[in-house]
T-cell receptor, first 112, second 113 residues
Framework: KNQVEQSPQSLIILEGKNCTLQCNYTVSPFSNLRWYKQDTGRGPVSLTIMTFSENTKSNGRYTATLDADTKQSSLHITASQLSDSASYICVVSNQGDYKLSFGAGTTVTVRA | DVKVTQSSRYLVKRTGEKVFLECVQDMDHENMFWYRQDPGLGLRLIYFSYDVKMKEKGDIPEGYSVSREKKERFSLILESASTNQTSMYLC????????????FGQGTRLTVV
């Protein structure tokens, strides 16, 4: 069964600090992996997409990494801001299937 | 700007009522999806559609049905609402193809009492 596991479930960080979120998956055959940000009361919005051949991709203060051999991805948030408070969801797609596999998300709270 | 619009942000319905959740996208996307989101479980696929009048069951279709009469509109129907269907419902759309980006609506928080 295709699964996506995220850790930690939640974390609290001080404004200006960095943090890293983890995503492990068993989806196969792998097509791509996206990180989505979901603000409270909103739908998820895509931050980055990683394909099999990509190791690192940045979007502003967000940097995603992918290790396709170990089936792990991380999302690093640099110099966190209050607006980074949200749930971050790892989403993996496999080849030949419309279905997406979602992690349960990591809730990040940034405090002043 | 890409837009997926869900008809209601919040709904309160009684047990046994028939409930309609509407979703409209303006991007001419072929694929449309309905998910429910519950704490600790992530998003789970209820139904998806890859073309007008076409539909396929997702992982948790029981108690739900869908309708797609026009390309831009995808409706989720709860035939007889039950309290265990209290949840956040998210609609999404994407271009045809595998692994294309899904664009989500703002969600409908449904409470069944």
């Amino acid at each position: 069964k295709n699964q996506v596991e995220q850790s930690p479930q939640s974390l609290i960080i001080l404004e200006g600090k960095n943090c890293t979120l983890q995503c492990n998956y068993t989806v196969s055959p792998f097509s791509n992996l996206r990180w989505y940000k979901q603000d409270t009361g909103r739908g998820p919005v895509s931050l980055t997409i990683m394909t099999f051949s990509e190791n690192t991709k940045s979007n502003g203060r967000y940097t995603a990494t992918l290790d396709a051999d170990t089936k792990q991805s991380s999302l690093h948030i640099t110099a966190s801001q209050l607006s980074d408070s949200a749930s971050y969801i790892c989403v993996v797609s496999n080849q030949g299937d419309y279905k997406l596999s979602f992690g349960a998300g990591t809730t990040v709270t940034v405090r002043a | 700007d890409v837009k997926v619009t869900q008809s209601s942000r919040y709904l309160v319905k009684r047990t046994g009522e028939k409930v309609f959740l509407e979703c409209v996208q303006d991007m001419d996307h072929e694929n449309m999806f309905w998910y429910r989101q519950d704490p600790g479980l992530g998003l789970r696929l209820i139904y998806f559609s890859y073309d007008v009048k076409m539909k396929e069951k997702g992982d948790i279709p029981e108690g739900y049905s869908v309708s797609r009469e026009k390309k831009e509109r995808f409706s989720l129907i709860l035939e007889s609402a039950s309290t265990n269907q209290t949840s956040m419902y998210l609609c999404a759309s994407s271009l045809q193809g595998i692994g294309t980006e899904a664009f989500f609506g703002q969600g409908t928080r449904l409470t069944v009492v």
